[in-house]
């Protein structure tokens, strides 16, 4: 029974890895908008994308990850596993500040910049813990999710309004069977939803952006928050249908890399483009260029650290017999 129990966490950690891979490869002409001025077109396209689709993603995936913790464990132990998020945020903001005077900024400016970054490794850390003062009351929490969501948006405090994506995450680890046995018979539905919901929140993004309108949840309206909920199960099932082929390996590697681009992506992305256009405004393709470049440099090093780690591991175990 228990070894049955631990087969499944460790398939639903897998299917985390691989999600949050397809969502770092999402993340990427979001990050890339970071460089752009607000009034581009362009830009406001992708940083709509971004509050869609890969930030309630994002934290969707951490409440599905963070779901055995809060059901299972007492406060104290929770804080503790808790603690490596907290830190990675903490590391994020510090790196971004140290880095800032590499692409022109100060301090304060570069953890302002780096904040869409840090902000979603601290968040599922204080949601964790207001989830887990509310164990054993689901449909509570739902509640609390949903009331907060309508003030976040009214108020205009995204960490109010994105809870619900958390509990969202949550929930669905609870059932992540069902979740599993819906992908196993619809295998190429589960193969699609996640392009699906992505392209469908590609034309919500660029429609929005034609109308010109400040960027807000609250001015996409409802059907934002129909394709944010949207995004953590078709991220998750395309994870889970991905988890024996090739390019879910693939995916599972740039998941694994996520503590390190935390940290290390956009400081590196500000000081790459700062280098190449030397004061100027960069345009759209310089911008998507080096996010990708960035990306992929921060997810070899790690990949190459994670790999040189197992080997140690492997190589030492026999020493401790």
């Known amino acids: 029974m ?14 985390a890895t691989i999600a949050r891979g397809l969502l770092l490869a999402l993340a990427t002409p979001s990050i890339a908008a970071l460089a752009l001025d607000s009034g581009v077109r362009s830009a406001a396209t992708l940083r709509i994308f971004a509050e869609i689709v890969t930030i ?28 490596p998020m ?6 994020a903001a510090t790196f971004a500040a140290a880095a800032a005077p590499l692409a022109g900024h100060d301090w304060r400016a570069g953890i302002a910049l780096a904040a869409p970054v840090w902000r979603l490794a601290l968040l599922p850390v204080v949601y964790a813990l207001v989830a887990a003062g509310l164990r054993g009351a689901p449909g509570l929490l739902l509640a609390l999710a ?26 669905l680890a609870e059932r992540r069977e069902a979740l599993s046995r819906l992908v196993d018979e619809e295998l190429e539905f589960a193969l699609a939803s ?20 400040p960027l807000s949840i609250a ?4 059907i934002a928050l129909a394709l944010s909920l949207a995004a953590a199960p078709a991220a998750l099932a395309s994870a889970v249908a991905l988890r024996r082929r090739p390019s879910g390996e693939a995916f599972a590697r740039l998941g694994s890399a996520a503590p390190a681009l935390a940290v290390c992506w956009i400081p590196l992305f500000a000081t790459l483009i700062a280098a190449a256009n030397r004061g100027a405004a960069p345009s759209a393709a310089s911008a998507l260029l080096m996010a990708f470049a960035s990306l992929l440099v ?3 090093i790690a990949d190459m650290a994670l790999d040189a780690r197992e080997k140690a591991g492997f190589t030492g175990a026999p020493a401790r017999r």
Do not use: K, N
């Open 2 to 15: 228990q070894h049955s129990e631990a087969v499944r966490d460790i398939e639903a950690d897998a299917a």
């Open 146 to 171: 949903a009331t907060a969501h309508v003030a976040g948006v009214i108020l205009g405090m995204p960490a109010l309004a994105q809870f619900i994506f958390f509990v969202v995450g949550v929930m």
């Open 298 to 300: 921060i997810a070899v």
């Open 194 to 213: 996640g392009p699906f919901v992505a392209v469908l929140s590609a034309a919500v993004a660029i429609r929005f952006a034609q109308t010109g309108q």
């Open 219 to 222: 001015a996409v309206g409802p």
């Open 86 to 91: 907290a830190a990675c945020a903490a590391a």
């Open 56 to 83: 309630p993603g994002f934290l969707a995936v951490a409440g599905w990850l963070l779901a055995r913790q809060i059901i299972r464990q007492r406060p104290a132990r929770l804080l503790r596993s808790l603690a």
